[in-house]
């Protein structure tokens, strides 16, 4: 899935009753708010346009419409963070998430669910880590808040020196990236500042600045080219960036450079200071605010329709086919398969011992040791089996799920000693697994 800057991307709001200030003094541009400080933040983005896309194997592209749209509120605080753990830390609290977007016939609606809205995220380098102290988040909410990490981004557009109105100056190729979503850059692409002017709104010193360029370089779609117009705004006395807005145009291109359709997108964001705070240091103080193994759980519900459970982040979904869902250890350390059953068809843990034996039997598999059945609870039943397959020994754990709705048979492999302690989070996730719709004899 497309993840440019024009997927976050109505009007420019001026200034008025403007007045020149201090002429050609130069300042120092900085975004390094207090962090007693709450912000609350509102954005709007929109984009539109056509792409060709490939449909069927072996058959030339063809044109579909895309569009989008997104709007999100959130009050927001700046948390003191270890360098060594990341470069920026923030607690957010928000009020509205929705995203609609649209590729020919597909539609797409995602929304951040009311019982996570209370998120941390984290920036260390180009990750972007979020999560909520009070539950577990999707992979599509994940996804959904980190493109909007843009505020750390912009922070670095502004120079270390002091600057003044009409300097110019190149952005580096590290924060060009981040803004621009795109993962490497063409010799040559690059984005431009400009400090426009410095001007006076009531009791405020505001600097406005305007960065442009066009960058050639490679998303994760493959190449890309875009034509980028922003304005910037800072707040000089509060040391805060208080208004963004992007316009673009993006030029998808095949692998000759030609150009396969044309994105247009806008975005804006403003930011105010918050006089009646919710994030205050009391609330903070109760909330666990770093990241552990349980703040960090992912929520997977969306794959099969019906289905839901919980695993830890060094888990990936595989492939979902029919009844059927696979999970990758990251380290490639070890896999699970999952089977959807109706209720009837669950085998019970004795036959289904047999079968994993005789399966293992004829894959010419030695079996070391024969773990006994255990039942967890009414609805769970475990063993496991410690093989030697291919000179390599290995642990696999076997688990029955019966539930109302129906059933699963959990099937998961690690090495023998599980140093790792890959068991234990089997057992989470078989644990956590919820069947929430009748499972049916259709397919």
Known sequence: MRRTILLLLPALIFFTSILPLRGQEPILLLEKPDTKLEFHIEADSTSSGEILVPLEEGKPPVKQLISGAARYVYNERILPVDPKAAEVRTIRLYSKYDLKRSIGDVRQEISLRPEVKRLVLLKKGTAKIPFSPDGPLSWGEIDLVRRDLLLPAFAQVCPTTPVKPGDTWTVDEKTTLEISGLMELNKGSQ??????????????????????????????D?????????????DVNKRFINFIEIKGIENPLDDKGKSQGTIEGKFTLTRTIENSPILPDEKLSLLKLEPDDENTLLLSEDEIPGIRFIHSRRWRLGRTTGRQITLDELGGRGGILLTLETADRVPTARAFLEEAKKELQDRKAKILLEGKIEKINDQLERFTLDTEISD?????????????????????????????????EVEKIAKSFTITKKITGKK
Request: charged share 20%; hydrophobic share 35%.
């Open 222 to 234: 493959g190449p890309s080219q875009q034509k980028l117009d922003i304005v910037l705004s800072i």
């Open 392 to 424: 390599r020994k290995i642990r696999l754990h076997y688990y029955l799920i019966r539930q109302a709705n129906g059933g699963a048979t959990l099937v998961a492999s690690c090495s023998s000693d599980d140093k790792t302690g890959l068991g234990a």
């Open 191 to 220: 984005l431009t500042a400009k400090f426009e002017n410095l001007v006076r709104s009531g009791t405020k010193e505001i600097a406005t600045l305007s960065i442009k360029g066009t960058l050639l370089g490679q998303n994760e």
